[in-house]
């Protein structure tokens, strides 16, 4: 289990409802191809607020069939927890025309996730990636007699209209759309969506803060306003 938690307050100060959903992106993962999905989601309506957590726990997933187009939802056939230091390797394998993963064990080196496609895989059949917190976040399509070593570093980013959770998404066709970084030391984040759809997002430190200001002044204030 990671050492901290995780929160991502949202508030949908916007004149629609939608769902809020957190995905993430990662250049540097070592692995082409593959696709981001919507990992975590809730319907928000206007003036209204949700929280998401989560803590650094990551998985191995694959699901069945390999359909990686934008607006398809995934579920994740199965999902085997894993961590970068000691499990950090599984091979993907057909048993009785089944997939399914099996011989988890300490990959070659740390930091890495590693999934060992054998000769049993069929092109088109399955898709194959990682998670967190139990959830699919970053797949690719699976292949035969390939090793796939993911070294994941993910960005947050938070979305929001008609969404699914598990969606395949494009986030350069996002067009609402906004990063979440963690300062250091700093594990809760809030993301307002305002009138306009534009986004502010801060230490949840900080709203707390300005909202508690603020209300010495005006004691109508809403939070995070």
């Given at each position: 289990m990671s050492a901290f938690q995780y929160t991502v307050i949202f508030k949908n100060d916007s004149s629609s409802g939608g769902t809020a959903g957190l995905y993430q992106t990662?250049?540097?993962?070592?692995?082409?191809?593959?696709?981001?999905?919507?990992?975590?989601?809730?319907?928000?309506?206007?003036?209204?607020?949700?929280?998401?957590?989560?803590?650094?726990?990551?998985?191995?997933?694959?699901?069945?069939?390999?359909?990686?187009?934008?607006?398809?939802?995934?579920?994740?056939?199965?999902?085997?927890?894993?961590?970068?230091?000691?499990?950090?390797?599984?091979?993907?394998?057909?048993?009785?025309?089944?997939?399914?993963?099996?011989?988890?064990?300490a990959g070659v080196q740390q930091d890495t996730l590693y999934v060992v496609q054998d000769g049993t895989i069929a092109e088109d059949q399955a898709a194959v990636g990682i998670g967190m917190f139990g959830f699919p976040s970053l797949v690719v399509e699976a292949e035969p007699n390939l090793t796939l070593a993911f070294t994941p570093s993910p960005s947050y980013w938070i979305t929001f209209g008609q969404l699914s959770q598990g969606e395949v998404v494009v986030p350069a066709a996002l067009p609402t759309k906004a990063e979440i970084s963690f300062p250091d030391n700093v594990y809760s984040m809030t993301a307002v969506l305002q009138s306009d759809n534009s986004w502010t997002v801060e230490p949840t430190?900080?709203?707390?803060?300005?909202?508690?200001?603020?209300?010495?002044?005006?004691?109508?204030?809403?939070?995070?306003?």
């Open positions: 990662d250049p540097q993962i070592g692995v082409a191809g593959v696709e981001s999905l919507i990992w975590l989601s809730h319907y928000a309506s206007p003036t209204t607020r949700l929280t998401f957590t989560w803590e650094l726990d990551y998985d191995f997933v694959w699901f069945a069939p390999a359909v990686l187009e934008p607006g398809v939802i995934i579920t994740a056939t199965q999902v085997w927890p894993t961590d970068l230091a000691t499990n950090n390797q599984v091979t993907l394998t057909q048993v009785h025309g089944s997939y399914t993963f099996k011989n988890q064990t430190s900080a709203v707390n803060a300005a909202w508690l200001e603020g209300r010495k002044s005006n004691p109508h204030l809403v939070w995070g306003g």
